[in-house]
């Protein structure tokens, strides 16, 4: 039985003092949740407001993006060893804006992964066709390149301490849902995956999130689909009580 996730991912909101009164709200509302995991990746500037806000609860604390190296001359970069240092345990991978916007690659993303591990965060390595790619037929080639070159490499130990997050890019941001049907379609795809580079065993455990315009409303849907061990969520975490709402789905 695979532990259910639910991560929300900021992007670049809130205010150290925003994500102090988050908190206030949201740990209330989840104080009795026992049946998943809770994760929150606030921009880099609110992580140590956040993990001082969650000391004590289970609520866990990501950070959004690392640089493949531990220190150096990467002006702007964060490494996986300072986000560690910060208190945060997750820390996103291959989001599909740091892709688009700020040329991510799958090459990167390998570096990153390891790094990631290297720091004993658990990474959670984004994948996901853009709409011209689904319209093309091309969601599989996508998704399998995504799956060989950025997590290909690593080694079954290092591979069974990640989750992967599966945001098809059209469903991010667009108020446009994948049904629970397509998305499961693609997870199953994606544990295949795992299978063949891996071994069955490793993929049952692989837990995939779902991630692109995740709401209180969808989220029951998502969820039932024995393949979705999870959500990714963008927009809706940013208020507490709806990420409350998704979290206690
Ligand atoms: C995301 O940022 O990973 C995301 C899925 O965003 P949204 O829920 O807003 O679509």
Redesign the pocket.
Known sequence: MRRPAIAG?W?MYKTRAETLAFFRTFLPLIEGTKHCDIVVAPPFTAICAAVEAVRGTKVAVSGQDLHWQAEGAFTGEVSGKMLAESGCTYV?VG???RRQYFGETDESVQRKTKAALESNLTPIV?VGESLAEREANQTEAVLKRQFECGLGALTAEEFSRILI?Y?PVW?????R?ATPEIAAEAHRYIRGLAAAHFTHEQASVLRILY?????PDNIKGLMAQAEIDG???????LDAKSFAEIVNY
């Open positions: 991912n992007k996103i989001h599909s804006e984004c997050a945001e469903a991010i941001g667009t108020g849902t991630g692109g315009s995740v709401k959500a990714l969520v963008g927009g809706a975490s």
